[in-house]
T-cell receptor, first 114, second 110 residues
Framework: DAGVIQSPRHEVTEMGQEVTLRCKPISGHDYLFWYRQTMMRGLELLIYFNNNVPIDDSGMPEDRFSAKMPNASFSTLKIQPSEPRDSAVYFC????????????FGEGSWLTVV | QKEVEQNSGPLSVPEGAIASLNCTYSDRGSQSFFWYRQYSGKSPELIMSIYSNGDKEDGRFTAQLNKASQYVSLLIRDSQPSDSATYLCAVMTGFQKLVFGTGTRLLVSP
């Protein structure tokens, strides 16, 4: 399997612009996670889905952030409007029965908001 | 109090020494614990999981769990320069909900 696939790998955008991050989980995995990593706060869980349904979005920082999972093979994390403090690495991860409790991470989307 | 706490380091050890990494967690009901390794600019990768009190060994790595003290540790024997990375402790606090510590940076000098 190709692993968890994220796009874009790098994005630089201006404050106020909309940012959309995309994720394709490992085929067959029914859990999908969005994490954000910064030096100050480490790796934070933003939201996770089970069978395309959001289970826990308590980590979503504010209304500017939204996430969707329209089908089992695709999810988006949207930031609108973006702010410089949103600059971070955003990781998508997935797991499923065949993985036990092992969560596999994508390579991350490096976001810089200027 | 953070759910999962780690010393940020860096922890510096010479090649061949034992590196000891520690982690405490706040949720007494947690049952599953993990150590991830993250190289600079890369994504985290799982190296060890532990579910029962005591030690679990895998090659040069030993994970230790003490649920009464809410304490998890990772020992790396015969440390190599290639072990230099950030080690993330993770605790499953809900159904498949994995919470990470901020990580300990390990530096192994030749």
């Amino acid at each position: 399997d190709a692993g968890v696939i994220q796009s874009p790998r790098h994005e630089v955008t201006e404050m106020g612009q909309e940012v959309t991050l995309r994720c394709k989980p490992i085929s067959g995995h029914d859990y999908l996670f969005w994490y954000r990593q910064t030096m100050m706060r480490g790796l934070e869980l933003l939201i996770y889905f089970n069978n395309n349904v959001p289970i826990d979005d308590s980590g979503m920082p504010e209304d500017r952030f939204s996430a969707k999972m329209p089908n089992a093979s695709f999810s988006t994390l949207k930031i609108q409007p973006s702010e410089p403090r949103d600059s971070a690495v955003y990781f998508c991860a997935s797991t499923g029965l065949d993985s036990g409790n092992t969560i596999y991470f994508g390579e991350g989307s490096w976001l810089t908001v200027v | 109090q953070k759910e999962v706490e780690q010393n940020s380091g860096p922890l510096s050890v010479p090649e061949g020494a034992i590196a000891s990494l520690n982690c405490t967690y706040s949720d007494r009901g947690s049952q599953s614990f993990f150590w991830y390794r993250q190289y600079s600019g890369k994504s985290p990768e799982l190296i060890m999981s532990i579910y029962s009190n005591g030690d679990k060994e895998d090659g040069r790595f030993t994970a230790q769990l003490n649920k009464a003290s809410q304490y998890v540790s990772l020992l790396i024997r015969d440390s190599q320069p290639s072990d230099s990375a950030t080690y993330l402790c993770a605790v499953m606090t809900g159904f498949q909900k994995l919470v990470f510590g901020t990580g300990t940076r390990l530096l192994v000098s030749p």
